[in-house]
């Protein structure tokens, strides 16, 4: 009786111990194919964003490109043709003592040497020559000082000295998105003064635009830039998305800011 108990108390042992070991085994098949299935699912969401990211990038280039194509032909063959025209105008000599037609005469002239610098300038703001010999901070300058007008729009600019001069494909990105962004806050805010500050640290540039005018918040910024009409936002998004970057709109008492957030290698 004793050696039979026995028997079924070690039977019992052993099914338990079996019954366990299966427990065991299926708990450890179910984690590996969970861990299996989330490195798959974390690769596949890695090659969408890397295939996104390059996407992005492909159709940065390619506005950049067309831009310098575009700047080219303005300068080599627009501006040509005004150039000549300018020298015909000059060769030309009044002797017509009539005040009228010498007053045509000076405006037709003054309205195209206007054409020929404003070409010379859209030409210049396009392929960004001062970005690719003097670097970010001098383009910058530039830039916002070219624009600024103290009876329409003063633009105060504090660029930080230390940030280093690399002129790559990540300079003329933060460039053209301040750009896009100053000729936005020209366009739609009416502000009267903008404010243009950099702080180099901890390999991070940091740019914080603000102005006096009407703005943008955050959650704006995020409805406008999925419109048909958000070109702009959405090649600003680009951008930042290109860059890695981190771009925020906020309203304080004195007005609006726009930060931008970029890791430099």
């Known amino acids: 009786m004793n050696q039979g108990s026995t028997d ?3 039977l019992l042992v052993v099914g338990i111990a079996a019954m366990l070991m299966l427990f065991i085994s299926l708990l450890l098949i179910f984690i590996f194919t969970q861990r299996k299935k989330l490195q798959f699912q974390n690769e596949l969401q890695a090659m969408q964003n ?5 996407l992005i990038e492909a159709a940065v280039r390619s506005e950049e490109i067309e831009r310098h194509r575009i700047a080219e032909e303005l300068h080599d063959e627009v501006g040509a043709i005004l150039g000549a025209s300018s020298l015909h105008f000059n060769s030309v000599r009044i002797e017509d003592p009539d005040e009228s037609n010498q007053s045509i005469y000076q405006k037709g002239k003054d309205l195209l ?3 020929i610098n404003k070409i010379r300038g859209l030409s210049h703001s ?3 020559n001062i970005l690719q010999e003097f670097g970010l901070n001098e383009a910058l300058s530039h830039f916002c000082g070219k624009i600024s007008h103290e009876s329409v729009v003063e633009i105060s600019v504090t ?3 230390s940030y280093p001069t690399q002129v790559g494909q990540n300079d003329i990105s933060i460039y053209r998105i301040v750009q896009e962004l100053i000729n936005n806050i020209n366009k739609h805010a009416k502000a009267t003064k903008i ?3 950099s702080i180099y640290l901890n390999k991070t540039l940091m740019i914080t635009l603000t102005h006096n005018g009407k703005g943008l918040t955050q959650s704006h910024f995020e409805e406008l830039r999925f419109k048909k009409d958000g070109l702009g936002l959405k090649n600003i998004q680009n951008r930042i998305i290109l860059l890695k970057a981190d771009l925020k709109f906020s309203h304080h008492a004195g007005g609006y800011a726009i930060d931008i957030s970029v890791p430099v290698d």
């Open 8 to 10: 079924i108390r070690l």
């Open 50 to 54: 890397a295939q996104k990211n390059q």
């Open 113 to 115: 040497d206007e054409g």
């Open 126 to 128: 396009l392929h960004s």
């Open 159 to 161: 660029l930080d000295p």
């Open 195 to 197: 404010f243009v500050r």
